[in-house]
C-alpha cells in the first residue's frame, strides 16, 4: 500500500517561510504527477500546487508567486517551499497523486499556522 506521510509544518509569523515535505512509499513515485492540497477549519480541502513527472507546475492562484512545489524522485519526496505566508495559509497540508486512477490514501497532513 502507498503510504504518504508529510513534515515540516508549524508555526510561523505571517511573511515567514515553511518548507514542507512529503515522503512517499510502495510506489514508483517518479512516474505520477503529485500535488499538494490544505484543509482549514470549517473548510473543504483544497488544491494548492501540482507537479509533473516532468517537473512542469501550476499553482491555485491564492498561492502564485508565494509557493514553489518540486520534486526528488531519488527519494521519492515531494516539497512546497511556501515563502510570504499569510494567516489565510494557516491548514493542514496533505499531499497526493493527481493520476486519473485515484488518490493514494491520504496521510495525517502537517500542520501550517500563520500568526502573530
Known amino acids: 500500500q502507498v503510504q504518504l506521510v508529510e513534515s515540516g509544518g508549524g508555526l510561523v509569523q505571517p511573511g515567514g517561510s515553511l518548507r514542507l515535505s512529503c515522503a512517499a512509499s510502495?510506489?514508483?513515485?517518479?512516474?505520477?504527477?503529485m500535488a499538494w492540497y490544505r484543509q482549514a477549519p470549517g473548510k473543504e480541502r483544497e488544491f494548492v500546487a501540482r507537479?509533473?513527472?516532468?517537473?512542469?507546475?501550476n499553482y491555485a492562484d491564492s498561492v502564485k508567486g508565494r509557493f514553489t512545489i518540486s520534486r526528488d524522485n531519488a527519494k521519492s519526496t515531494l516539497y512546497l517551499q511556501m515563502n510570504n505566508l499569510k494567516p489565510e495559509d494557516t491548514a493542514v497540508y496533505y499531499c497526493?497523486?493527481?493520476?486519473?486512477?485515484?488518490?493514494?490514501?491520504w496521510g495525517q497532513g502537517t500542520q501550517v499556522t500563520v500568526s502573530s
Open positions: 510502495g510506489t514508483i513515485f517518479s512516474v505520477y504527477a
Open positions: 507537479i509533473t513527472p516532468g517537473k512542469s507546475t
Open positions: 497526493n497523486t493527481v493520476s486519473s486512477g485515484g488518490v493514494w490514501p
